[in-house]
Structures are given as structure tokens and as C-alpha cells.
């Protein structure tokens, strides 16, 4: 006598195989997969996570030529980067030390004013 099993009963045995062998790979590529995962967030309001992010590489070129002109070691010109809609400094890129600035950002990663303090500058945290 032939049994025949119905095709729900067999996806259910697929889903109890993933579950156990082939888990890594449904947890890497097909997250949810199982059930829900993560953390529930009520209301979640994404302007509280808006920040764009500048590289120290890039806070030279947000500085006008005339600027960059009249700074010396005495004179540190003071770059606002919330004017040019970021948020956060982070640590990529060098500075010339020969010209110190003054950083003002909303944000700043530990690395990133370790390097500007190296190279003489100083970092003034905005509201």
C-alpha cells in the first residue's frame, strides 16, 4: 500500500532540516525565516538615527579657497559641518599639520578627534 504524504507535510519536514543542518545559511540569507527576530521598536521615528557622515579627508574641501589661503599655525580656521549637512566626523584621511581647524559637529568618533587634536586642531561638540 502506497501512502502518499500531502506537500504541506512536506514542507514542514524541509522547514524542521533548515531549522537544524542547513541553519547558518537561513540566518545569514533569509533572515525571518522562522519567526520574527530582533527587538520590537513602538513608534520608531528615524529622525532620531539621521546622521550623515564626513571623513576627515573630505572636511578640506568643504573649506573655501580664500580661507584655506589666510590660515596659519597662528589662525585655525573653523570648519561647521552641520552647515553642510553632516553630522558625524569620522576617522578616515589625514590632516596637514600645518594648518590647524576647528571642527563643530553634532558627532565625532574618538579616533577621529584623536587626529585633529594630533594636528592641532580642536573639536567643539554641537547640540
Given amino acids: 500500500m502506497v501512502?502518499?504524504?500531502?506537500?504541506?507535510s512536506i514542507w514542514e519536514v524541509v522547514k524542521c532540516r533548515s531549522m537544524h543542518h542547513h541553519r547558518i545559511f537561513f540566518d545569514?540569507?533569509?533572515?525571518?525565516?522562522f519567526r520574527k527576530?530582533?527587538?520590537?521598536?513602538?513608534?520608531?521615528?528615524r529622525n532620531?538615527?539621521?546622521?550623515?557622515?564626513?571623513?576627515?579627508?573630505?572636511l578640506w574641501s568643504?573649506?573655501?579657497?580664500?580661507?584655506?589661503?589666510?590660515?596659519?599655525k597662528d589662525a585655525a580656521s573653523m570648519i561647521d559641518v552641520t552647515q553642510f549637512?553632516?553630522?558625524?566626523?569620522?576617522?578616515k584621511g589625514?590632516?596637514?599639520?600645518?594648518q590647524p581647524i576647528v571642527v563643530k559637529a553634532k558627532l565625532v568618533s574618538k579616533t577621529a578627534e584623536?587626529?585633529?587634536?594630533?594636528?592641532?586642531?580642536?573639536?567643539?561638540?554641537?547640540a
Avoid at 545569514?28 to 525565516?33: A, D, Q, R, S
Avoid at 589625514?94 to 600645518?98: A, D, G, H, K
Fill in 114 to 126: 584623536k587626529k585633529i587634536k594630533e594636528a592641532g586642531g580642536v573639536v567643539v561638540l554641537t
Fill in 3 to 8: 501512502v502518499s504524504i500531502s506537500t504541506t
Fill in 62 to 72: 568643504l573649506i573655501s579657497q580664500d580661507v584655506k589661503e589666510k590660515s596659519n
Fill in 85 to 91: 549637512s553632516y553630522f558625524k566626523v569620522l576617522r
Fill in 28 to 33: 545569514k540569507y533569509h533572515l525571518g525565516y
Fill in 94 to 98: 589625514v590632516l596637514p599639520e600645518i
Fill in 48 to 58: 532620531k538615527f539621521y546622521y550623515p557622515i564626513v571623513i576627515i579627508d573630505k
Fill in 37 to 45: 527576530v530582533g527587538m520590537r521598536y513602538f513608534h520608531k521615528v
